[in-house]
């Protein structure tokens, strides 16, 4: 599973490499989401703390959601009970290249 996961992020950010000016799946980690998820998804951040996000270095997190749903987050953002944005949206940000590689990094967090 884990070399699937390695596979899929290693074909991604190659699809990316070809795309000029597109960031790689780790570049945009850092800029859009590590601040709050961290750099190895263990949400383990003052922002991720106070948000409760979910730890996508656990397998049973991982297998809670599908790519779909990953994208739909990624694209929409996530929203809490009050309707107010506890993930911003990033779809006008990320072309679905990018958005694609990035949800192939997000499962290449699993251990």
Request: charged letters at 25%; one cysteine or more; aromatic letters at 4%.
């Amino acid at each position: 599973m884990k070399l699937l996961a390695a596979l899929l992020l290693a074909a991604a950010t190659l699809g990316l490499a070809t795309n000029a000016g597109a960031a790689t799946p780790r570049e945009n980690w850092d800029q859009h989401c590590a601040k709050c998820h961290g750099a190895d998804g263990a949400g383990t951040t003052r922002l991720g703390t106070l948000l409760k996000v979910r730890d996508l270095t656990k397998a049973e997190v991982q297998a809670a959601f599908t790519d779909a749903a990953a994208r739909t987050a990624i694209e929409d953002g996530v929203k809490d009970s009050t309707g107010r944005f506890t993930m911003n949206p990033y779809g006008a940000k990320l072309s679905p290249e990018e958005r694609a590689a990035l949800v192939a990094f997000v499962r290449a967090l699993k251990k």
